[in-house]
């Protein structure tokens, strides 16, 4: 294991739950539903997470 890399890979995941939370705020959502991570290879030495899910309104 990589220390650092996987410390930085879970600092990102952290960020991306973030702003998915903060984007599916802004559109008058309180929770959000089917939450998926995607990694990919962006390019050598780089690496991308993304986290996307359904924005929905529970009562």
């Known amino acids: 294991e990589i220390v650092e890399y996987t410390k930085m890979m879970a600092e990102a995941r952290e960020e991306a ?12 959502a309180n929770a959000v539903i089917g939450l998926r991570f995607s990694t990919s290879l962006v390019m050598q ?3 991308e997470i993304l986290a996307y899910g359904t924005a929905v309104v529970v009562e």
């Open 17 to 28: 739950i973030a702003r998915l939370i903060e984007d599916a705020e802004a559109q008058g």
């Open 45 to 47: 030495n780089a690496s």
